[in-house]
């Protein structure tokens, strides 16, 4: 069973802090048991990826910061805390650099 998740045409902010990330418009999400596919409505972009990357997904979605995501990961799949923090962020920049998601503007000066 696929669970669709339509994020619209508005960014989704997440708390105003340093590493916090936001959907940009137009993203489609198919979370399943294998993992999660990801689709830019605008461009037609698909980005595949498996049951961490599923796990990443739902946690950015929730709201969760990057550093609160990887705990989650280290100790839902029993890895190294700084192994999960390298992953995760690996997973956010490649996110970011295929159009998937934007860093949130940060309320500091």
């Given amino acids: ?29 198919s979370v399943h048991e294998n993992g999660v596919v990801l689709l830019h409505i605008p461009t037609g972009r698909l980005f595949q990826s498996n049951r961490t990357g599923a796990k990443i997904w739902q946690g950015l979605t929730s709201g969760l910061q990057p550093d609160v995501i990887a705990a989650d990961i280290s100790h839902h799949y029993g890895v190294p805390q700084d192994v999960a923090v390298r992953d995760t962020a ?16 940060s309320s500091q000066p």
């Fill in 1 to 29: 069973m696929f669970k669709l998740q339509r994020f619209g045409r508005h960014i989704r902010k997440f708390p105003e802090n340093p590493g916090s990330y936001a959907v940009t418009p137009g993203i489609q999400a």
């Fill in 90 to 105: 690996s997973f956010l920049t490649a996110l970011e650099q295929h159009g998937f998601v934007a860093r949130a503007a």
